[in-house]
């Protein structure tokens, strides 16, 4: 799952060497990245069909401010969970993810199963990862577990 939701981040002087070794990584290894997009043109190169010397290549041409990597979810993302029904405010709450390596399960503190009305029969939970850092912000503020 962390390597199916992406984030996508404009490269900046302060993270171009971290995105370019993302982009490296590519689609099959976590962390890495799935797509790389031309932020005039919004053309879109894919990862998953390249070997990696087209990955390094890639990577190699990256320029600050002209492009934007949809990276993997990283532990420290801000995830939006939510259970269906959606029937009051606490159905939808806010978490930090932390990626665990080889696990397939969503955990979080069983403080919060009551909110969910979680009851480990099987319960399916919806996983939303904000698309933007004013959605970040927002989702953090208003719909934090802790708050």
């Known amino acids: 799952m962390a390597r199916k939701l992406t984030f996508p981040e404009s490269v900046a002087a302060v ?3 971290r995105l370019a070794r993302l982009i490296k990584n590519g689609s099959d290894v976590h962390p890495g990245a799935n797509i790389v997009e031309d932020e005039e043109t919004g053309k879109q190169i ?8 087209e990955r390094d290549g890639v990577a190699n041409q990256i320029q600050v401010g002209r492009k934007i990597v949809h990276r993997h979810l990283t532990s420290g993302d801000v995830l939006i969970v939510n259970r269906q029904p959606t029937l009051h405010k606490p159905s939808m709450m806010t978490h930090i ?13 069983y403080a919060n199963c009551s909110t969910y009305n979680a009851d480990f029969d099987g319960d399916e939970m919806n ?11 927002e989702a953090y503020e208003i719909m934090a577990t802790h708050k």
Do not use: D, G
Request: cysteine-free; aromatic content about 6%; hydrophobic content about 40%.
């Open 15 to 17: 993270n171009a060497e």
């Open 127 to 137: 996983i939303h990862l904000p698309q933007s850092y004013q959605a970040i912000a």
């Open 46 to 53: 894919l990862l998953s069909n390249m070997t990696r010397e």
């Open 97 to 109: 993810a932390r990626v665990l390596p080889k696990e397939q399960t969503l955990r979080f503190h």
